[in-house]
């Protein structure tokens, strides 16, 4: 796609990135076809070649207005359309950068500002998220439904014996999924016990920085970035040999800190030695002995592969073919590629697709009537628990 992109854009540091991104994209349309807003609105301009478009206009100076942002926004960056993409278009870089520079171009208005800042300010600390759920549950029956099944009860966890293993992994411990459902990270230490790996929690970790990252707020998500590779890096030195993640959403941010630091002087080398060391659980059980955990017998499941794992991370398969192999029957989920809604808070800002997308993926999930509905990230359980009546669970938890 030939541009030339305007003078307020040369003196970006990310001309040359945006600039190229534009250039690799050919117009041909195979994105629309897997694009989760475009199946369900038919609006070109919800489609990632309608959303290019709307950016190559910006950054070529053309006049920009809520209209782009308005459709920006409803983009889940599920990146199914850079899976599909035969020209390797990196659609969701192009679109957070962009999205910068069209908030500052276009003032939103105050409501929906300061819910995008109170949403971010309660979800990254643990701490604040704690605190709102145990003022939230004493009045959970009194919430309207699509708000009540969010929010998990209180589940107080067992006991854990602590037993060290010469390998050892590590545990960013900041996610809210700490909050909503820790029997995930316990299974994960369990687990990974079985297989003489210890895993330590780091504690001084924080929030990945996703949240603020595709909110636009990309200073503060880099300061937790910062916060993260400092709170790690003795453990690294100290013979840690991965940075384990349970969540698929916080992994493929994790993964990505080589790339966001890549201009700073100061981090540049430790961010891409840590974005190395970032591994999917799944990455870590799929080469270990799996002897070691039981065989089942003729146990239907359905796995809903979250788009952070299989477009963000490119792991489609790993996670079934794990569970095959402890004789678990895998059902296939018609248009299993497509996203569930959640896509981090976008099920809190632009609920009434959120909704459409969630409702059809618990219909694909639910079709041949599984024993066992599971999936790989905290945020995709918790918005399809929303409207099931049947438990999610995390697939770890299976290895129990």
Known sequence: MQTTLADFVKTSPHHDEMASILRSCVHCGFCNATCPT?????????????????????????????????????????????????????????????????????????????????????????QRFSLLLRLIRPIKPLLPQQFKQKIPDYQPLKVEINTTHSRKMLLLTGCVQNVLAPEIDQATTRVLNKLQISLISVNSSGCCGALNYHLSEHQKALQLVRNNIDACEPYLEAGAEAIISTASGCGVMLKDYGLLLK??????????????????????????????????????????????????????????????????????????????????????????????????????????????????????????QANSTQKLRHWIELLI
């Open 38 to 126: 475009y199946q369900l609105t038919g609006d070109e301009l919800d489609s990632p070649r309608g959303r290019i478009y709307l950016l190559k206009q910006m950054l070529e100076g053309q006049e920009v207005s809520q209209l782009s942002q308005y459709h920006l926004d409803r983009c889940l960056s599920c990146r199914a359309c850079e899976t599909t993409c035969p020209s390797g278009v990196r659609y969701e870089r192009l679109l957070d950068l962009g999205r910068v520079i069209v908030d500052e171009k276009v003032p939103r208005p105050l409501i929906n500002k300061l819910k995008r800042q109170l949403i971010a300010w309660v979800f990254t600390s643990q």
């Open 263 to 384: 201009d700073d002087a100061n981090y540049r080398e430790k961010a891409a030695r840590f974005s190395s060391l970032v591994k999917d659980i799944s990455e870590v059980i799929t080469v270990e002995d799996l002897s070691v955990f039981q065989q089942v017998d003729n146990v239907k499941l359905a796995f809903q592969a979250p788009c952070t794992l299989q477009h963000g991370q490119r792991l489609s398969g790993v996670v079934e073919n794990i569970l095959q192999r402890l004789g678990y029957k895998i059902m296939t989920i018609e248009n299993g590629h497509l996203c569930c809604g959640s896509a981090g808070v976008y099920s809190l800002m632009q609920t009434e697709l959120a909704t459409q997308l969630r409702d059809n993926k618990l219909k694909a999930l639910q079709a041949d009537n599984p024993d066992c509905i599971v999936s790989a990230n905290i945020g995709c359980l918790n918005h399809l």
